[in-house]
């Protein structure tokens, strides 16, 4: 009775007390409840769009722990025809939090949109997240019609072709600070039409039009009939050397090779290829390639041979032709890889992917000399570690194993303490507990991105992400608990990084079925991130993320009797389900684990093609050259995860040094003598 008067007394700061009280978020009182309820209604009507439900329920939420959510919905829900007192008072009342950060990002935005130069300037130096590309070009257009042409340069060219070149919706910012530099003559024509190549090569065609727009605006309309139909805008034009129809020529090349590299090539060799510059020229065979390249075709380094200059692509064709050169017979084309990453911008020659491969061509020159081999050991050195995939293979190649690190100095009292008051900590567990996973995830993100221990600007230190990330561990929100201990840059906490919740459960169900429990959490890591809850966008669900059909498939052949699909989010049948599919899908592999991981992600028709995508056959690879060309995106970064993964469970499970390459192996086409596929997995 006395614990439900002082949360009644005290509701503003109830989580603050139960977090001082208790390792998890209490239940809260009748009174409380029904706040969260319309703490949970207002959630829905912010995402409905109803601005006069948001209004009226507002009263409401005063003095719930997430209130500033609350007023962020309906002050957002009407940001367009607030006043500018209104949002300055909203500023006022919730300054310091994520809310007001997050408000003032949307006004800038809107500012800009609204061309209010002013008012955007004297609110920018308040705003702390500084991650909007968009915005960050308003302030850079801003810069360009103070300072003038001649003062902005170079730099800031460079930094507003970046950001627009990342961005693959249509936004004005950066389209509008484009156009002004082009007017400056501080961006060329060639950017433009690179932009728009790019577009249509991802299908974005509103975007491409965009930028057409600026550098040839009597062309911009004729964008949607390239993107529609290439081939017929081809068929209908007669080569000239005329600028804008060249481009327009090279967009349809484009969007011809992004589906048919093989149409695109010949329409290059047979007609177009003498009617465009060397650089339209190269550009067309470096999207060829790379579209080669992602079908596995064993003719991609052929197309990217017909590049003279490798400075005409850029780090997307080259990364994809390193992987053709990697996986070009049984023994890589060491030479072109080499420089290959030589041609990359210096940013992409830091990632740890390419760092690896290039220290690896160094080390296979036919006549590598002392202070070569040095170069490459040097390279492995700077990322070696058990911190990612190649970081691991880094280590290995070394001559080092993986190893589980020692636990860093236990949290104090005091540190412990100060993460439990974080008052964005508590809004962002609070709301995840409730059910606003994707509030609490971005409150809690601001605060470990943004703001110290002492509430200052600035990223929190190792010790205070350990703190925090121990907070999270102790309530069971599994995947802030990975994500901030992730971030330390030199204690690393593995109990917090790979933890291992239900490990009766699990460890008990994969010796029952002969499965290495380091794969399946390994898997589960990088699947849910241990939220039991958890669901994709194609309709995965729970821990293993399992697709109902493929649950109701697996449930018949493990002998899972009276399976409902209501049944997939329970922990123990979810475990079940999951590990047992786990297991017919790597049996089914000769016990691969890399073409397991695929096929778990992407299906198994998909990694059997990609283990074999020639009619059956092809060379046998290392089995990080196979991972690093899986074409999908999401499933190539998902099988290097997943392995990593693995190899550090297994490090902390076993206490004994391990070896990511053992798990790796090598991959190729199905040896003969090789038990028959399970043709029927799902």
Not at 74 to 100: C, I, N, P, W
Not at 302 to 330: E, P
Not at 533 to 548: E, F, I, K, T, Y
Request: aromatic share 8%.
């Amino acid at each position: 009775m006395q614990f439900r008067i002082i949360v009644s007394l005290f509701a503003s700061v109830l989580t603050t007390l139960v977090l001082s009280l208790t390792p998890a978020v209490a239940a809260p009182s009748n009174a409380d409840s029904k706040q969260d309820d319309v703490i949970s209604d207002m959630a829905q009507a912010f995402k409905r769009g109803d601005r006069k439900r948001l209004s009226a329920l507002l009263p409401q939420a005063k003095g719930h722990v997430l209130e500033p959510w609350a007023a962020y919905w309906e002050m957002k829900a009407r940001l367009d025809e607030a006043s500018h007192s209104e949002v300055r008072s909203f500023l006022s009342r919730y300054e310091g939090t994520y809310q007001e950060d997050r408000l003032r990002n949307d006004w800038l935005l809107l500012l800009g949109q609204r061309r209010d130069w002013s008012n955007l300037e004297s609110e920018h130096p308040h705003y702390r997240m500084r991650d909007d590309r968009e915005l960050r070009c308003y302030i850079l257009t801003v810069e360009l019609l103070e300072k003038g042409p001649q003062k902005v340069g170079a730099a800031m060219a460079d930094e507003v072709r970046k950001n627009w070149m990342a961005m693959r919706e249509a936004d004005d910012g950066c389209t509008l600070a484009a156009d002004r530099l082009y007017d400056h003559k501080l961006f060329n024509a060639l950017d433009i039409w690179r932009k728009a190549r790019l577009m249509i090569e991802h299908n974005r065609p509103r975007t491409a039009r965009n930028a057409v727009q600026i550098v040839a605006p009597d062309a911009a309309n004729v964008v949607q009939e390239v993107h529609n139909n290439a081939s017929k805008f081809l068929s209908k034009h007669i080569a000239a050397p005329q600028k804008v129809r060249q481009e327009l020529i090279v967009m349809a090349l484009v969007r011809i090779a992004t589906a048919d590299p093989d149409d695109a090539a010949k329409l290059m060799r047979n007609k177009w290829q003498p009617y465009l510059t060397s650089e339209e020229r190269h550009w067309v065979w470096g999207v060829i390639g790379r579209q080669a390249a992602m079908r596995l075709d064993s003719d991609a380094l052929d197309h990217f041979s017909r590049v003279a200059q490798d400075k005409d692509l850029n780090d997307d064709m080259l990364g994809w032709k390193v992987r053709a050169a990697l996986r070009a017979g049984n023994t890589p084309k060491w030479s072109v890889v080499e420089s290959t990453i030589q041609h990359m911008s210096a940013e992409a020659r830091k990632d740890p992917t390419w760092v690896y491969w290039y220290a690896r061509a160094l080390l296979a020159r036919k006549k590598s000399s002392p202070q070569v081999q040095q170069e490459a050991n040097a390279l492995l050195e700077s990322i070696a570690g058990v911190r990612g995939f190649y970081e691991q293979l880094a280590l290995e190649e070394l001559g080092r194993k993986i190893t589980a690190p020692a636990r860093p100095p236990a949290l104090t009292q005091e540190e412990t303490e100060t993460a439990r008051r974080n008052p964005s900590l508590q809004r962002a567990l609070y709301a995840i507990n409730m059910g606003l996973r994707s509030e609490g995830v971005r409150e809690w993100n601001y605060a470990t991105n943004l703001v110290n221990a002492q509430g200052q600007m600035g990223s929190m230190n190792d010790r205070e992400l350990l703190a925090a990330a121990q907070l999270a561990c102790d309530q069971q929100v599994w995947d802030r608990c990975i994500n901030t201990s992730d971030r330390t840059k030199q204690a690393l906490d593995f109990e917090q990084r790979f933890p291992m919740p239900f490990k009766d459960a699990v460890i008990a169900r994969t010796r029952a079925i002969d499965l290495d429990p380091a794969y399946v959490y390994g898997l589960i890591r990088q699947e849910s991130r241990f939220i039991m809850d958890a669901r994709s966008h194609v309709g995965a669900s729970g821990l293993m993320q399992v697709m109902p059909a493929t649950a109701k498939w697996t449930a018949r052949k493990i002998g899972l009797t009276n399976f409902t699909p209501n049944q997939i989010n329970d922990r123990d049948t979810n475990i079940a389900i999951g590990t047992g599919y786990l297991k017919l899908v790597l049996d089914s592999f000769e016990g691969s684990m890399p073409l397991a991981a695929a096929a778990y992600n992407a299906g198994p028709s998909r990694s059997r093609r990609w283990r074999a995508p020639e009619s059956g056959s092809g060379p046998v690879l290392e089995g990080a050259i196979w991972a690093e060309n899986v074409p999908f995106n999401e499933t190539r970064d998902y099988v290097k995860k997943v392995l990593s993964n693995t190899t550090n469970y297994a490090a902390m499970i076993t206490g004994q040094p391990q070896s990511l390459k053992a798990r790796l192996g090598t991959v190729g086409p199905r040896d003969a003598s090789a038990p028959a596929e399970n043709l029927d997995l799902p």
